[in-house]
C-alpha cells in the first residue's frame, strides 16, 4: 500500500514511498525465509517518520519542518536528518516491546537504498524477531549478549569475495547500509547496537545461510530500555578540531 499526500496547491497525490520491487526482494529474509510481498511488511509507516505528510513529528518526537506549498508535484520539502544525527547512539538495553512491521520495512528499506560501490549491492539482510532465534544469535560473539533481548536483530551478510579489492568494497557498503539503518531507526525512536560475528559457521546453522556467504555483522534492534532516543548535547567523541583538518594534516 502506499502512502499519499494531497499536495495542497496542485491537488495531484504525491507518492510517498515506494514498496520494494520483484527483483528486489531477495535482500530481504524474514529469519532464515524469503520474504514474500506480504502487506504486512510493505506499508509505509502510518505515522512518524522523515516523510510524515505535510509537517509533524517523528516517533521519538524529533523535529520536522513543514513541507512548503509551492514545491511541484513529486518533490520534496526539508528533511531534519540532524535530528536523528545526534539521538542515535549503542542501544544494548530494549523494552520488551515489538517493532511492528512497517518500521522494520523502512530500516530495511534504509539499508537497502544505502550507496554501494559500482552499485554492486552485494549485500543480503536476514531479519530475525523469533526469540529462541535471537538468543541463539547471542552467542556468536562475546559482545553480541544484547541481541538476546532485542525486538529484532538484522544479520549483514556477504557472498565469498572474490578477492582483498573487493572483500574491502563489500565491508564500506556494508558500513554504509548500517548506519542508514541505524539513522531511520533513530528517527522511528527505535534504538540499535551493532556486534561482531566470532562464529560463523553457528550463525550460519542458526539462519540457513549457505556455506558460500559469510555472515559479517549483527544490528540489533529496539525501543531503548533506559530513556527515549533524543539529540545528544554533547557526545562521547573526539574534540571538532582534533579530528578535521583543513587543507593538510
Known sequence: MLRDVRHPRYKTEIQLFRPFSKEHDIAFHAGNQISDNSS??????????????????????????PVPTGLAPGSFGSMETWDAITARRNVRAYQDRPISGTDLHRILEAGRRAPSAS???????????DRSQLQALSSVWQGAGHVASSAATIT????????????????????????????????????????????????????????????????????????????????????FNEVVHNGHW
Open 40 to 65: 504486512a511488511v510493505r506499508r509505509h509507516p502510518a505515522q512518524g517518520g522523515l516523510f510524515n505528510g505535510n509537517l509533524g513529528l517523528g516517533a521519538c518526537g524529533l523535529r520536522r519542518t
Open 119 to 129: 552499485n554492486r549491492q552485494r549485500w543480503d539482510f536476514v531479519v530475525s524477531t
Open 156 to 239: 549483514l551478510v556477504l557472498p565469498g569475495p572474490a578477492d582483498d579489492r573487493a572483500r574491502l568494497l563489500d565491508q564500506y557498503d556494508l558500513g554504509q547500509a548500517t548506519v542508514l539503518m541505524m539513522l531511520a531507526a533513530a528517527d522511528l525512536g527505535i534504538g540499535s547496537g551493532h556486534a561482531a560475528i566470532g562464529d560463523q559457521a553457528a550463525c550460519r546453522r542458526i539462519l540457513g545461510i549457505p556455506d558460500n556467504y559469510d555472515p559479517v555483522y549483527l544490528l540489533a534492534l529496539g525501543y531503548p530500555a533506559d530513556r527515549p532516543l533524543g539529540p545528544i548535547e554533547r557526545p562521547k567523541r573526539r574534540p
